[in-house]
């Protein structure tokens, strides 16, 4: 073995081609493909690792266009143009981070590589410009048929909600023709009530299954969002929707960035908790503030109230699908999904949510988001 990391075999060809001999240290035997090019564009080293990712052995890439050798002609023009812009100023878009970036190999193949490029100053010379390569493309196959599948399965949701609403359509048309033929007095009009609520309960639980399952593919979209309009909104919604004594003290929240739909499908989720848990005969008290991280470029919202505390065994299993605290009565309407979409938005903005078990009386949700 030489000390450079590489075959005798290999040195012995990169020598008889009058090739330069190859470089040591790290760079000559990290994993990815390791390539330098001078300020015009042709190749100066050439690690083992881009040999083998790329097909072509050093002695033969040494001195081509790196442009021309692994890019289209599209992206091989743009290589020259912000070699250009390098030479001119010693500056360039060239340098920094470039993801998923296609690349041909000696078969023919295209590799998604992501790319990191950096210039390295030469006391006695111009300087080089360095890129490390790694092949990304069995990632983004992954990423690819994760996609397909997922597609695959909404579909299969939305044919599968459509056909179960159908036959709860139809059970509620029989329910009220029954309705409308039982005579005065009879017991029937409470039993096709019962029949009713039931296929309320199902519609619902339809409807929750697929806003839970658009959350998933949808990726936040990261625009300014005024929290306080959003709380404001959620909270007269909720009391229209269900009349009751209620109070809102909103403290100060600021404008985060993310997705304003989904965030107003999260707040909106946590007050309708509120109205929907806190018993019938209390005033609502509503208590929503926001902690501010700047360091950790974080903000956490924080939507207390005043109904009965979460048991502390149930404060992490409510976040889950079809969970609900083991002290909810099974009259009170609710599917155990709202608190699972509520933490899946959360989690698309890079952040989470959970109960505070520090918050005393009632119950306050910290949603952490990422900014």
């Not at 090019?37 to 097909?55: H, K, Q, R, S, Y």
């Not at 909270?235 to 997705?259: C, I, N, S």
Request: glycine fraction near 8%; hydrophobic fraction near 45%.
């Amino acid at each position: 073995m030489t000390d450079w990391g590489g075959t005798t075999e290999q040195a012995d060809e990169a020598c008889s081609a009058g090739a330069p001999a190859p470089s040591t240290g790290l760079l000559a035997n990290v994993p990815d493909a390791h390539v330098a090019v001078d300020l015009d564009g042709a190749i100066t080293e050439w690690n083992p690792a881009a040999a083998a990712t790329f097909g072509w052995t050093r002695s033969e890439a040494l001195g081509l266009d790196v442009g021309e050798l692994l890019l289209n002609a599209r992206r091989a023009a743009n290589h020259r143009r912000q070699l250009d812009d390098f030479r001119a100023t010693g500056t360039s878009t060239i340098l920094g981070r470039h993801p998923d970036v296609p690349m041909s190999t000696r078969d023919g193949r295209l590799l998604r590589v992501d790319c990191v490029v950096w210039v390295v100053d030469d006391p006695d010379g111009p300087p080089a410009l360095h890129t490390l390569m790694s092949d990304v493309t069995g990632r983004w196959a992954a990423v690819d048929d994760l996609r397909r599948a997922t597609d695959d399965l909404s579909a299969f949701s939305a044919a599968m909600a459509h056909d179960l609403r159908v036959p709860l359509t139809t059970v509620r048309g029989w329910s009220e023709l029954v309705r409308d033929q039982a005579a005065p007095g009879s017991p029937i009009s409470g039993w096709t009530d019962r029949i009713d609520a039931a296929v309320d309960r199902g519609v619902a639980l339809i409807d929750d299954l697929m806003g839970y399952l658009d959350v998933g593919r949808v990726l936040a979209d990261r625009t300014p969002v005024d929290l306080a309009v959003v709380v404001r909104r959620a909270f007269a919604t909720e009391v229209e929707a269900r009349p009751r004594r209620a109070v809102l003290d909103l403290r100060e929240v600021p404008v985060v960035r993310g997705d304003e739909r989904l965030l107003t499908q999260l707040f909106a989720n946590l007050l309708g908790n509120a109205f929907k848990y806190v018993p019938d005969d209390r005033t609502l008290e509503l208590v929503v503030d926001a902690v501010v991280d700047s360091p950790r470029g974080t903000t956490t919202v924080r939507v207390a109230d005043n109904g009965t505390p979460v048991a502390a065994a149930d404060r992490g299993r409510i976040f889950a699908m079809f969970e609900r605290g083991s002290g909810v009565p099974d009259a009170t309407h609710g599917s155990g999904v709202g608190l699972a979409v509520a933490r899946r938005i959360a989690e698309l903005h890079d952040g989470s949510i959970a109960l505070d078990p520090t918050a005393g009386d009632g119950n306050r949700f910290c949603v952490r988001l990422g900014t």
